[in-house]
């Protein structure tokens, strides 16, 4: 078993992240909360590194998943219709502690607070 170790959730609340131990990304449908149903797995990291960082942007949009033992953070789809596409990643200059969205120019950012303690703003690979 891969214990799960992070958990978000989509704006409409149908669908459930799960970052695991092990580096797997884990998207269930939960529109049957009886019956949870696994719809995507992915692993980002070649190694076993836990994928402890999830965050969900408030406008439905994208799913930031990092690791507190990784330098980067990937981007993909929360939504369903595009089938939870992976729009790529953004390489921070240290290990991440935490992540979070901004707002910047009316478009989103990422941010992130490093174990350096710099605080880094990138902006966010761009919808295909």
Known sequence: MDRPVS??????GMAAFIGTEGG????????N???PRLVKQVRFFEDYVQLDL???SLNGAVVLLGSTQSDKVF??????SQDYTIFG????VGIISSI????KDN????????????????????ER
Not at 7 to 12: G, K, R
Not at 75 to 80: F, I, L, P, R
């Open 75 to 80: 981007v993909t789809s929360q939504k369903a």
């Open 33 to 35: 909360r009886l019956k």
């Open 107 to 126: 478009q989103l950012w990422v941010g992130g607070i490093l174990s350096n303690n710099l605080l880094q703003v990138c902006k966010l690979p761009t």
């Open 89 to 92: 990643f953004v390489q921070m």
């Open 100 to 103: 979070s969205f901004l707002m």
């Open 7 to 12: 958990l978000a959730v989509n704006e409409t």
């Open 54 to 56: 999830l965050v969900t």
């Open 24 to 31: 797997a990304f884990l998207v269930y449908d939960v529109s």
